[in-house]
């Protein structure tokens, strides 16, 4: 599975934890392809002697920001991970690709068995993710803007939600849940959508996201945080993964679909 809004906002909590005011003294690149920007030389050179401000979240993203105003955005696909290493901890982790020292003796890999993750260095500015969707735990993803947001979409609201340029963040677990939560199959064409139906989504996706974070997202697959700790919201799951089992609000199997390509878990007796 990808880390989605929830696990990603825990491992960018965990490492804001662990790197916050330290500095990079080190940078080791040794699968260069990990880097999509600037070139692996440039990359190393560029962020030894950087401070480390804070780390949040964009969309899918974990985002160091930089006392440079620079910033590194690492997305972690599939098997990518940011490991903290104690100082003196001479193991290294396995499959890291990328590893730097910092100012206190600690190390921070970026390890990824299936090297699908990237990692980009940005420049004071740089507006990479202008074409990103709004975010949904944001001010500006209200529940009238969510109701708009659906006119004249043909689209199925399953793949709709999908989409990183509409709402950042979501991905398939987070999706099939929400629209469990609101009672909304998932193939309908999102125009088609109710007004009413359009709210309680609204509402479920921020309810999903939020429990999720406060049990430091789901780990159905191979997910830790940044302590290498699994989350627990995989004990909360209404619909994902869960093909068979009774539907925990009317009793009915739970069906597998795919929609957009994508395998979708939903209830056929309570989500019309
Ligand atoms: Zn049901």
Not at 117 to 126: H, K, P, T, V, Y
Not at 182 to 208: D, E, M, Q, T
Request: hydrophobic share 40%; net charge positive.
């Amino acid at each position: 599975m990808v880390p989605e809004l929830p696990e990603v906002e825990t491992i960018a909590r965990g490492l804001a934890h662990a790197v916050a005011g330290k500095t990079i003294a080190t940078v080791t690149v040794t699968l260069p392809r990990v880097v999509v920007a600037p070139p692996g030389e440039t990359f190393a050179t560029a962020l030894v002697g950087e401070t480390v401000v804070s780390v949040g979240r964009r969309g899918k993203y974990v985002v160091f920001a930089l006392a440079s105003g620079r910033r590194l955005a690492v997305h972690l696909r599939m098997t990518g991970r940011l490991v903290v290493q104690a100082p003196g901890y001479v193991e290294p982790y396995p499959h890291t690709h990328v590893v730097m020292g910092l100012s206190d003796g600690s190390r921070l890999s970026f390890a990824d068995a299936r090297t699908f993750g990237r990692m980009r260095l940005l420049a004071a500015g740089d507006p990479w993710d202008a074409d990103g969707g709004v975010e949904p735990l944001s001010e500006g993803f209200t529940s009238d803007a969510f109701v708009s947001m659906l006119d004249g979409r043909r689209t199925p609201i399953k793949t709709f939600l999908l989409d990183q340029t509409r709402i950042a963040g979501i991905g398939n677990i987070y999706a099939c849940e929400a629209l469990w939560e609101a009672g909304i199959r998932p193939s309908r064409p999102a125009h088609k959508i109710s007004k009413p139906a359009r709210r309680r989504l609204h509402g479920a996706i921020r309810n999903v996201l939020h429990r999720s974070i406060e049990a430091r997202g789901t780990s159905v697959d191979d997910y830790v945080d940044a302590e290498g700790l699994k989350g627990g919201f995989q004990n909360q799951l209404a619909v994902y993964g869960r093909l068979g089992e009774p539907c925990p609000r009317c009793g009915k199997p739970i069906v597998r679909t795919v929609i957009g390509q994508r395998g979708t878990w939903w209830c056929r007796g309570c989500q019309q």
